[in-house]
């Protein structure tokens, strides 16, 4: 049924429209940003056990949710560009893989570094933190495979194929690791999830999870402009527009 | 039988053919022509359905191929660079794994086609430890028993002696008489009588045109 | 249909066994590493029985990724992969085969060389026996994900490292599931929990990983 989307207009048109989304996210980033960090990080009641260390959740939980939701991104395209033989969709899961490795790095860093204050270790094989470490790993197999072809239609059709393969392996991951966590280290760390948190402390949050959301979509859709432009550098339209550019 | 349309075939960018059409009914012989890294092999593994076309499809009996696979596959004998042949296996537990992995004629007698391709005494000696053309033979043998309408032949004389490319055309007329298709290139004169066969010639594109 | 899948397995099998070091490399590989570490640890019989089953599983799954190399490469090689992807039988199906054989020559000998290897790090019988059957369930679903990778990298000129990576992180549930149960059961707890969960991974890979080595091939071979 999307065959009759020729493939020349159709990479165009996907530049132009991800040209046009972009700055929109990227409005929606700045502002949300800057509230967030500033009522987090200044305004926002210190926890009363952690004292000031919590403050780390501001970055933390929305690296680790944005980490996530790259990968439910990488995974629905992966499954329209192989389900309908769409080559912009493989595009956009090999554009996605990378912004997703760095959120779930970040996401990994921060859960070390507030590991310090609270576990008195920089590392502990929290269950959270060893599924966002198995994500990590994965992440990276991708990125790898796809740099591994030198045919970037190839590539990114094999990247598709692993990146479906993981969606099905991921749950199992984390719900092993969960429990092989709980086995292991019974009840002798304090997880995460607080049994609530308060709403002072929860809106800060929940700004930053957006502005971190609009900031996955600023970076996939410069991505997938770029890799756009890289993989048809030699069509007429990809040469127009750098002309156009080039004289303005 | 087999129509191409609108077939372009790029690789790593680049623009190996734009364009295609073509098509091959029964009792026809096609001969890919064309300089080294013109793409024929590429047309080739696009015709078996092995690699995909950046656009264009390729239609056997009026129906997309990629959507009949497994009935396109009956009908279907490929001969690639690689012969495919299993050098731990026997020169005959070779050709009796093709034989029941792949449509063949139900009568088909193994040993009368290492007749035909010069392999009797051979039988049980293992494939890697015959010579380059004693090895392409046997994949060769396998035209012997196939009841495969459409045949799709890379270079299907290299490393042949004089007699067996005889032996190879007459086999090849024989086919297209009987009704059968084929397609194949080769860097070797056909004896066939030029009205046999169609020509088709790929070149590279123009500079300007490498690129889609 | 079955004739196809039986005559798969069958060459292949005829084929390894003409070639009898790539069925043995993969097995002593397997009983050295396990070796090595109460070399290295120390020969403490109650530590030893308590990190074996950790020991015995990151070493068959060392062990089967060094096997997995063969899967398709040398039919890649040879050219008999591509015409296996040309039969008119279903290409899923066939992969099947190749992994049932491939698994009847990896997984097989590592379940056959366990007992030795339970005596070397003192394993309890109770311990041994759940061994026995997480090898028995789990190496097959090795072989199935183990194929996936093998079937991505097949074309690539340097798709070995490519390969442990893709595949281990995937094997992590494996690992953890098996290992559990070893440890149930050397605790003479009930490890049936275990086993059922292994079970279901396996149903889960035979039903879907074949769709997804054939997917990839058809890119590898292209």
């Not at chain 2, 490393?159 to 086919?175: P, T």
């Amino acid at each position: 049924m999307w065959k009759w989307l020729h493939p020349y207009a159709k990479a165009e048109h996907s530049y132009a429209l991800a040209g046009k989304l972009m700055p929109w996210f990227l409005v929606l980033t700045i502002p949300s940003f800057i509230i967030g960090i500033v009522w987090g990080l200044a305004f926002a009641p210190a926890d009363y056990q952690q004292g000031d260390s919590f403050r780390i959740i501001y970055i933390h939980v929305p690296a680790a949710m944005m980490a996530m939701a790259a990968y439910s991104t990488m995974a629905i395209a992966a499954f329209i560009g192989l389900v309908w033989q769409l080559r912009l969709a493989e595009m956009a899961v090999a554009a996605a893989a990378p912004v997703g490795a760095i959120y779930t790095f970040i996401a990994l860093f921060t859960g070390a570094a507030w590991g310090k204050p609270m576990w008195g270790a920089w590392w502990v094989w929290d269950a959270r933190l060893t599924s966002e470490l198995i994500l990590l790993f994965v992440y990276m197999g991708i990125i790898a495979l796809y740099n591994a072809f030198s045919d970037k239609v190839l590539a990114g059709r094999a990247a598709s194929i692993l990146t479906l393969v993981g969606v099905i392996n991921l749950p199992i991951i984390h719900f092993s690791v969960v429990w092989w966590n709980t086995l292991h280290q019974g009840a002798t760390i304090t997880k995460f999830e607080q049994p609530s948190i308060a709403t002072e402390m929860l809106i800060p949050l929940l700004i930053m999870i957006f502005s971190f959301a609009t900031f996955l979509g600023v970076m996939i859709l410069y991505r997938f402009r770029s890799e756009l432009l890289q993989r048809e550098q030699h069509r007429a339209w990809v040469i127009k527009l750098v002309q156009i550019k080039g004289r303005g | 039988m087999l129509e191409c349309r609108n077939l372009t075939c790029v690789r790593e960018q680049r623009v190996l053919f734009k364009q295609l059409n073509f098509m091959l009914s029964a009792g026809e012989i096609l001969h890919l022509e064309g300089p080294n890294g013109a793409g024929k092999t590429s047309l080739l593994r696009l015709l078996t359905g092995l690699s995909s076309a950046y656009s264009g499809d390729i239609y056997w009996q009026q129906e997309n191929i990629i959507k009949q696979r497994e009935s396109y596959y009956k009908a279907l004998l490929y001969l690639g660079h690689k012969s495919g042949i299993k050098p731990e296996l026997t020169v005959l537990e070779n050709l009796q794994s093709f034989q029941r992995l792949y449509s063949t004629q139900a009568d088909a007698d193994l040993f009368e086609a290492l007749l035909m391709v010069g392999l009797v005494g051979y039988e049980y000696v293992p494939a890697a430890q015959l010579s380059a053309g004693q090895q392409r033979r046997i994949a060769l043998a396998r035209m012997y028993i196939t009841d495969c309408k459409l045949w799709i032949l890379d270079e299907p004389f290299t490393s042949l002696d004089k007699h067996a490319v005889q032996v190879l055309e007459k086999r090849l007329i024989k086919h297209a008489e009987q009704g059968g298709a084929i397609v194949l290139t080769t860097h070797h004169e056909l004896s066939i009588p030029e009205s046999a066969y169609k020509k088709l010639r790929l070149s590279a594109p123009a500079e300007e045109e490498q690129y889609v | 249909m079955f004739d196809a899948f039986v005559q798969v397995v069958r060459q292949d099998l005829l084929a390894a066994f003409r070639h009898q070091s790539a069925i043995l490399n993969p097995i002593w590989f397997f009983v050295i590493v396990v070796t090595l570490f109460p070399l290295g640890l120390g020969s403490d019989p109650t530590l030893l029985s308590r990190i074996a089953p950790g020991i015995i599983w990151v070493a068959a799954l060392l062990a089967a990724l060094l096997s997995f190399e063969r899967l398709f490469k040398d039919d890649f090689i040879d050219g008999s992969l591509e015409q296996m992807m040309l039969s008119p039988y279903p290409l899923a199906w066939l992969v099947s085969a190749k992994i049932f054989g491939h698994w009847v020559l990896t997984g097989l000998p590592i379940l056959l060389v366990s007992p030795l290897l339970a005596v070397f790090l003192s394993l309890k019988m109770d311990a041994f026996c759940a061994l026995f059957l997480t090898l028995l369930i789990g190496t097959p679903i090795l072989s199935l994900l183990g194929a996936i990778g093998v079937a991505l990298t097949v074309g690539l000129r340097k798709g070995g490292i490519l390969l442990s990576l893709i595949m281990l992180p995937f094997s992590i549930p494996i690992l953890i599931f098996s290992t559990m149960a070893i440890e149930a059961a050397s605790f003479g707890q009930s490890y049936l929990g275990f086993i059922a969960l292994l079970l279901a991974m396996l149903v889960g890979a035979i039903t879907l990983a074949p769709f997804a080595i054939a997917a990839a091939l058809r890119v590898s071979v292209s």
